[in-house]
């Protein structure tokens, strides 16, 4: 009788051991941590406002730090309880209204755009990452990844000329030893620009990865690179 029942308690842990693994397991592999070129988001045909606090200056912005599936899926929305707190992130949002400004139109102070980041991708990837967290990891990231020096050091600068798609992925590998997604629009006479710079993070934030697949948006073989 008592083996039978140490046996039945065995299993009942292991099946609890079970669920509570698949219940905390978090639904990503990695990140896509992606930057924006705002000269070319802000010439396209939609354009852009500036947000509240001016003109960014000449540099990326943060676009997105985006939990991803290996099989290509994105997870959204994961967490509706999850609510954004500003309060939880008052110590970051000097730095995050200079590197990830909301561009869009209205002007606005980027609690919105901060807001729906966490609300869509950020809850995600809460079980790695807490808020403060996942908004101080974007902005580690992007300090870790300075793209306009990594370009400007292989001869490619933000004046309107045109390049080839492999010089800015040529650049970006040499520098990080990782392959970049590009990510390219129009502008209003047709031309093909630099847009936005997607690269792989692993799931604590920390390192950059190889990306499992890289998303090559629509680029021609030659892009320019809008002053702004
Ligand atoms: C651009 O952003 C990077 C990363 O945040 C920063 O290190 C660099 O100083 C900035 N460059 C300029 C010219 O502001």
């Not at 099946?15 to 070129?37: E, G, P, R």
């Not at 500003?86 to 609690?111: M, R």
């Not at 755009?113 to 808020?131: A, D, N």
Request: aromatic share 12%; glycine share 6%.
């Amino acid at each position: 009788m008592k083996l039978i029942t140490i046996s039945f308690l065995s299993k009942l842990l292991i099946l609890q051991y079970f669920s509570v693994q698949c219940l905390s397991a978090q639904n990503f592999d990695f990140f896509y941590f992606i930057q924006q070129w705002p000269g070319a988001y802000c010439d396209s045909k939609q354009s852009c406002c500036f947000p509240k606090t001016g003109k960014p200056t000449t540099n990326f912005t943060i676009y997105g730090l985006r939990p991803n599936t290996n099989d290509n899926s994105s997870p959204s929305n994961c967490d509706t309880k999850s609510v954004f707190d500003k309060s939880k992130i008052s110590d970051l949002i000097k730095n995050l209204e200079k590197n990830w400004p909301s561009l869009s139109c209205p002007s606005s102070d980027g609690i919105k755009l901060w807001s729906h980041e966490w609300m869509k991708h950020g809850t995600c990837s809460e079980s790695e990452l807490t808020q403060h967290n996942y908004f101080q990891t974007a902005l580690k990231l992007k300090q870790k990844l300075n793209l306009l020096q990594i370009l400007k050091n292989a001869g490619i600068e933000p004046n309107d000329k045109f390049y080839n798609v492999d010089d800015f992925l040529d650049a970006i590998q040499q520098a990080t030893g990782f392959l970049p997604g590009i990510e390219c629009n129009r502008d209003s006479t047709h031309n093909s620009q630099l847009l936005n710079v997607y690269m792989c993070v692993e799931v604590s934030g920390s390192n950059f990865i190889e990306c499992p697949g890289v998303p090559m948006g629509t680029c021609g073989a030659k892009i320019q690179f809008p002053k702004f």
